[in-house]
């Protein structure tokens, strides 16, 4: 068998690009059958994707014996109950970010997934495409020397301009750290490793949002959470990060990452997309030159996580965007929450080491 059968559970906004991924590129793996609370959204998919079908409930997708991995597509406060229960039911899970909205969620679903023997794997993968896999080869091999430091920034003016269903971005699970963070932390902790400590400070500049998406434009949402959170990270390498996002400021361009190193600095594409220019500023050269990409999954790749860990069960390897690499992500996520509302530093629970990096392709499509 080389091939695994997935079954998505939700069919929301991002779930396109994995159903375009996972029956246009990624080579071992099929699509056993989708389902989602609003029918028609599943319907849609299994028209447009030919796929063989639609259940009526995710225990149907449970129950299918077909069906070898969960992919949770569900909103980040309702990643944990459809988690928890596909691992009961003895299936593989692939999630979306965030593993869960507490540490508690987290530690429940590792020890669940740990004692049944089963993988659990999670977004980002941005972290596995060209531009950071090339950014890690650069850093790795002493292109900027020793990294002393590194500095993270997503700002923006939130998500209820575009969004259909943008509620729960200021909901618990949801926020710029929450929503976004994943992309920024998991690139810092790939590329410089674990963190050991953190501190942070957070505020709610809006108590009220307006939506002008379609199609609940007009009506306003409650913020329950931080919206404009800053925090610091001590790594375990003696690396300082400093992280910012935001969903309060009107800003051009949203990302900025920064890896400074003894002998020059480096600034790395926007975590969130799989590739973007990579620039590097050395003293001697004095001034900033284009490093050219080494790596495969320049385009939206998103499900190459998925595709990974599909790879890494047949094989019997361990998956890069896995179980250790979620959970110390979301250590540091909700360390921020928890440091934002006592003014302490926060000791990481959670043991991390970084996943082996990417090779070329020998196929594209096959990991
Ligand atoms: N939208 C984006 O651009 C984007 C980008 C990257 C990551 N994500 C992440 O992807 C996840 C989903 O986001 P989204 O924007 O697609 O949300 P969404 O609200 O558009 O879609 C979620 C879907 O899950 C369905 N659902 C919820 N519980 C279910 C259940 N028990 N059974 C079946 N279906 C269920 C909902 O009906 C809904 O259609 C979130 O974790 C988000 O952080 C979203």
Redesign the pocket.
């Known amino acids: 068998m080389d091939r695994l059968k997935v079954a998505f559970?939700?069919?929301?906004?991002?779930?396109g690009i994995y159903l375009d991924n996972i029956t246009k590129v990624f080579k071992n793996l099929d699509i056993a059958g989708v389902?989602?609370?609003?029918p028609e959204?599943?319907l849609n998919a299994q028209q447009k994707y030919g796929l063989p079908r639609v259940y009526t409930?995710?225990f149907e997708a449970f129950n299918d014996p077909q069906v070898d991995i969960i992919l949770?597509?569900?909103?980040?406060y309702?990643?944990y109950?459809?988690t928890r229960l596909a691992l009961e039911h003895g299936k593989h899970v692939y999630?979306?970010?965030?593993l869960g909205i507490t540490m508690e969620e987290g530690n429940a679903l590792v020890s669940l997934a740990s004692s049944r023997c089963l993988m659990l794997g999670g977004?980002?993968d941005t972290f596995m495409g060209a531009g950071l896999q090339s950014c890690r080869k650069y850093i790795d091999s002493g292109t900027i020397g020793d990294p002393v430091g590194a500095a993270a920034f997503m700002i923006c003016r939130g998500?209820e301009t575009w969004?259909?269903?943008p509620d729960?971005y200021y909901q618990p699970?949801?926020g710029p750290m929450m929503?976004m963070g994943p992309y920024y932390i998991t690139a810092l902790a790939s590329l410089l490793g674990p963190v050991a400590r953190l501190v942070a400070s957070g505020k709610r500049s809006f108590p009220k949002r307006f939506i002008t998406s379609q199609p609940h434009a007009g009506d306003d949402i409650q913020v329950n959470v931080d919206t404009y959170v800053t925090g610091i990270m001590q790594f375990f390498s003696g690396a300082v990060g400093t992280i910012f996002t935001t969903f309060d400021v009107h800003y051009p361009t949203q990302a900025r990452l920064e890896i400074y190193g003894s002998e020059g600095t480096l600034i790395l594409p926007d975590p969130?997309h799989f590739c973007g220019p990579i620039r590097i500023f050395r003293p001697e050269e004095g001034q900033y030159a284009d490093l050219p990409l080494l790596f495969d999954y320049k385009e939206n790749s998103?499900g190459l996580g998925l595709s990974d860990m599909a790879s890494a069960i047949l094989s019997g390897r361990a998956p890069r965007a896995g179980m250790a690499q979620i959970h110390h992500v979301l250590d540091v996520l909700t360390g921020f929450e928890r440091s934002a509302k006592t003014g302490k530093w926060i000791d990481m629970e959670t043991a991390y080491s970084r996943p082996e990096p990417m090779v070329k392709a020998a196929f594209p499509g096959v990991l």
Do not use: Y
Not at 72 to 76: A, I, Q, V
Not at 95 to 98: D, G, L, N, R, S
């Open positions: 559970i939700g069919v929301g906004s991002i779930s389902c989602d609370l609003i959204r599943a409930d995710m949770n597509l569900t909103r980040p309702q990643h109950e459809v999630t979306e970010k965030p977004a980002p998500h969004h259909p269903d729960f699970g949801g929503d969130n998103r």
